[in-house]
């Protein structure tokens, strides 16, 4: 399967735990993206990879959630100190070219839970 | 601030008869339009697409039309199959952004009965 592959796919933890979720993308992709989707909601954005270099954050992503890209490859989501309101789907996507308008493939998510 | 409007939170339609599912929106900076499909429990899967120097893109059975002096955009599906049944998500995005993030609309569930 040559997707976007998201790990794990669902986590529950207790508040005040941190958490961190892994997205490989596409392979040669070199954009990448972390989207948040609530019940009732579209995906909403959170932050944007252009290889390794994390180039917009919403103001979604509080001081809590931090995200990185190391060598330009996977990216993992950490959030810490964890909120019930934290709960959602965490979606990644990628794709493949920097200055022309494409779509952007998107993983099967990892879904959050907070008790 | 809901950039990206989806008005019907949901659709029914009949196998084999025609769904139009619609889309306003209010950033007149937006010049790249999408449609996605999204199953429960998976991820958005891209459908179709268009560029705002086009009114029409079709692909097999979806046709998605824009009209930008109304910021308004519609998916047509014909004909419609039980397999459509699902959310279906518009987003739109800037070209000549940093990101070309999406702004989603907050969906629309499609219903084909048989």
């Known amino acids: 399967d040559t997707g976007v592959s998201q790990d794990p796919r669902h986590k529950i933890t207790k508040r005040g735990q941190n958490v961190t979720f892994r997205c490989d993308p596409i392979s040669e992709h070199n954009r990448l993206y972390w989207y948040r989707q609530t019940l009732g909601q579209g995906p909403e954005f959170l932050t944007y990879?252009?290889?390794?270099?994390?180039?917009?954050k919403s103001r979604l992503l509080s001081d809590r959630f931090s995200a990185e890209r190391p060598k330009g490859s996977f990216s993992t989501l950490e959030i810490q100190r964890t909120e019930q309101g934290d709960s959602a789907m965490y979606l990644c996507?990628?794709?493949?070219?920097?200055?022309?308008?494409?779509?952007?493939?998107f993983g099967q998510g990892t879904r959050l839970t907070v008790v | 601030d809901q950039q990206v409007k989806q008005n019907s939170p949901s659709l029914s339609v009949q196998e084999g008869r025609i769904s139009i599912l619609n889309c306003d929106y209010t950033?007149?900076?937006?010049?790249?339009f999408l449609w996605y499909k999204k199953y429960p429990a998976e991820g958005p899967t891209f459908l179709i697409s268009?560029?705002?120097?086009?009114d029409k893109n079709e692909d097999g059975r979806f046709t998605v039309f824009l009209n930008k002096s109304a910021k308004h955009l519609s998916l047509h599906i014909v004909p419609s199959q039980p397999g459509d049944s699902a959310v279906y998500f518009c987003?739109?995005?800037?070209?000549?952004?940093?990101?070309?993030?999406?702004?989603f609309g907050t969906g629309t569930l499609l219903a084909v009965q048989p």
């Open positions: 950033n007149s900076m937006f010049d790249y």
């Open positions: 987003a739109a995005s800037v070209y000549g952004g940093a990101t070309n993030k999406l702004i």
């Open positions: 268009i560029s705002s120097i086009k």
């Open positions: 990879f252009q290889n390794e270099a994390q180039l917009e």
């Open positions: 996507a990628s794709s493949p070219r920097v200055g022309l308008n494409t779509e952007a493939f």
